[in-house]
């Protein structure tokens, strides 16, 4: 995946928010970046765990080259780089978006 096509999604989600920051259009454009985002960050960067301070959490970061992500909580991130899960897929596909 290139910088171009998180650029594209970004730069689309950024002219539907202009647009109507409360419309379906604007809602389907941050869904698709968000997806773009994680499907790199899954697919194209090492996950690293990192050693946490804080009794019973667990936090881990994402790596490419050598620019290393922020840290994230193990137990709010869902890796799932599949849209159809959260039930958003179709609509988007159906190009209603």
């Given at each position: 995946?290139?910088?171009?096509?998180?650029?594209?999604?970004?730069?689309e989600?950024?002219h539907q928010?202009?647009?109507?920051?409360?419309?379906?259009?604007?809602?389907?454009?941050?869904?698709?970046?968000?997806m773009?985002?994680?499907?790199?960050l899954?697919e194209e960067?090492?996950?690293?765990?990192?050693?946490?301070?804080?009794?019973?959490k667990?936090?881990?970061s994402?790596?490419?080259a050598?620019?290393?992500?922020?840290?994230?909580?193990?137990?709010?991130?869902?890796?799932d780089?599949?849209?159809?899960?959260?039930?958003?897929?179709?609509t988007?596909q159906?190009g209603?978006?």
């Amino acid at each position: 995946m290139t910088d171009s096509i998180l650029r594209t999604e970004y730069n689309e989600a950024k002219h539907q928010c202009r647009a109507d920051s409360k419309g379906f259009a604007a809602g389907c454009a941050i869904l698709r970046l968000a997806m773009t985002s994680l499907k790199f960050l899954v697919e194209e960067c090492l996950a690293i765990d990192l050693v946490s301070r804080v009794q019973g959490k667990q936090y881990f970061s994402f790596k490419k080259a050598n620019v290393v992500a922020r840290p994230a909580n193990s137990e709010f991130f869902l890796a799932d780089t599949d849209a159809g899960s959260l039930g958003y897929l179709p609509t988007i596909q159906h190009g209603y978006a």
